[in-house]
């Protein structure tokens, strides 16, 4: 009796500190390698964009793990676009507007 009610407290036989150690290992891996491939796409995403003054990149993650939302904040422009597989694509180049009024109030 001892052991069927000490199965049914546990889930299925497991011992739960063994089960949330891994579980806590396996998280951890899990933003590990979410992090080492953000530092991989924002080096590619310089790399990409070798003429522009980065000042910023913002790398959102989605729920699927090759999948990325970016934001690129260059000196002159933002550029929105996304990643997938490490392919980049911008969609959208928006000029700064804090810039064109510099522009046209030295001219």
């Known amino acids: 009796m001892l052991c069927i009610s000490y199965t049914l407290s546990c889930g299925f036989g497991f011992n739960p500190v063994t ?14 390698a979410r992090y080492i ?3 991989y796409l924002i080096d590619k995403i310089k790399k ?3 003429n522009d003054e980065i000042t910023r990149v913002f790398c959102l993650p989605t729920i699927r793990f090759n999948e990325w939302r970016v934001v690129v904040v260059a000196e002159d422009a933002y550029y929105v676009g996304r990643t997938f597989k ?4 911008f969609t959208t180049a928006l000029i700064r507007l804090d810039r064109l009024k ?6």
Not at 102 to 107: A, C, H, L, T, W
């Open 19 to 32: 089960l949330f150690i891994i579980l806590y290992a396996v998280l951890i891996l899990y933003y590990i």
């Open 37 to 39: 491939y953000q530092k």
């Open 48 to 50: 990409r964009l070798p």
């Open 86 to 89: 490490g392919q980049i694509v």
């Open 102 to 107: 510099e522009n046209y109030s030295k001219q």
